[in-house]
């Protein structure tokens, strides 16, 4: 079993900037090859893929609407993973939260979320 914790989550200007993170225990990164990963859902959507990072960190993924705003790392010796979040518009708001799976694509463990509000 892995546990996530997300926190880095709150209140923020469009155009602002955020840092999210994310903290494992039990099956932590740094022990088992996993992939790691940011997940979003707003009210009355459904839940999609913001960026994920292999075990490595050598390969990283984004959803279109984030390239080139967002920036996932890892740091496996902490167990950690995270997500800088900058040039934030109003769609980025949303319940963010972390995954972790056996690999890229494939997601068994989601944490509880951190709320991400970009105000105009």
């Known amino acids: 079993q892995v546990q996530l914790v997300e926190s880095g989550g709150g209140l923020v200007q469009a155009g602002g900037s955020l840092r999210l993170s994310c903290a494992a225990s039990?099956?932590?990164?740094?022990?088992?090859?996993?992939?790691a990963g940011w997940f979003r859902q707003a009210p009355g959507k459904e839940r999609e893929f913001v960026a994920s990072?292999?075990?490595?960190?050598?390969?990283?993924r984004y959803a279109d609407s984030v390239k080139g705003r967002f920036t996932i790392s890892r740091d496996n010796a902490k167990n950690t993973v995270s997500l800088q979040m900058n040039s934030l518009k109003n769609e980025d708001s949303a319940v963010y939260y972390c995954?972790?799976?056996?690999?890229?694509?494939?997601?068994?463990?989601y944490g509880q979320g951190t709320q991400v509000t970009v105000s105009s």
């Open positions: 039990g099956r932590t990164f740094g022990n088992y090859i996993m992939a």
């Open positions: 990072i292999s075990w490595s960190g050598a390969d990283t």
């Open positions: 995954a972790a799976g056996p690999r890229l694509g494939l997601f068994d463990y």
